[in-house]
């Protein structure tokens, strides 16, 4: 909340050409740096550009799309992924991320299991973003 005088720090983890995708292992290595400094992060694909979102720290950790990717809006409410924000106690009590997933599939909705597990609800909120086009879809 930047009325409050927090700074925002914005870090951009990219992989390494011609090595293995694993999008987990690069947010945790991307929560890793920034961790000493903050007390609320936000993990946000890079092909999701918002167009109405609310950003602001939430009392759950929070999936804050529910239009503009290419599932029904039933089946958002089962994702965990896209743009979610949460405490970072919370992502840290969930141990992070899984580094287990290698391409694209189910690593959010793992972590969405390992903060249940510690009796951490996730909400999801309102928020529309469009998906742009990649031409490497992290394989």
Request: hydrophobic share 35%.
């Amino acid at each position: 909340d930047l009325r409050r005088g927090m700074t925002p720090h914005l870090l951009v983890v990219e992989k390494v050409a011609g090595r293995p995708f694993n999008r987990e292992v690069m947010k945790n290595i991307g929560f890793k740096y920034p961790s000493p400094e903050v007390d609320f992060v936000c993990f946000h694909d890079i092909d999701l550009l918002p167009i109405s979102a609310d950003y602001r720290r939430s009392r759950h950790p929070a999936m804050i799309i529910s239009d503009g990717l290419d599932f029904s809006p039933e089946f958002i409410k089962h994702l965990f992924g896209g743009v979610v924000v949460m405490e970072k106690h919370h992502f840290e009590q969930a141990n992070g991320f899984s580094n287990n997933y290698w391409g694209w599939g189910f690593e959010d909705v793992d972590l969405r299991e390992r903060l249940l597990r510690i009796n951490v609800q996730t909400d999801h909120r309102q928020g529309l973003l469009r998906k742009l086009t990649q031409i490497d879809e992290g394989s």
